[in-house]
């Protein structure tokens, strides 16, 4: 029974190392916008503390068309709640909601 109860906590501090945050960022392209270059093409980054990250779980047309002269993320930078992890210098998120 020591035993089960020892996993059982083992099991529930594992699954919780990875803590999610949810916060108000800059959301946009990150090589047209904030300057990242790790990727070719476009791809959707956000930046926290001014420090830009590649999105996953999102695509950069996800929201419209990047190139959009007003509202596409290779034209403008535009704010967003995230809720995500940052994994491997990448931000893996699980919603995004643009605010403005």
Do not use: P, W
């Not at 959707?44 to 509202?71: C, N, P, Q, S």
């Amino acid at each position: 029974m020591k035993k089960l109860i020892v996993l059982s906590l083992l099991i529930l501090a594992s699954c919780s190392n990875k803590k999610e945050i949810k916060q108000v960022a800059e959301i946009s392209c990150g090589q047209c916008q904030f300057d990242l270059d790790s990727k070719n093409g476009c791809d959707l980054a956000m930046r926290i503390d001014d420090k830009a990250y590649f999105v996953e779980g999102f695509e950069i047309d996800d929201f419209g068309d990047a190139h959009d002269e007003k509202t596409g993320f290779c034209e403008v930078i535009r704010i967003g709640e995230i809720t995500g992890q940052i994994e491997n210098n990448k931000f893996v998120a699980s919603s995004l909601k643009l605010i403005d």
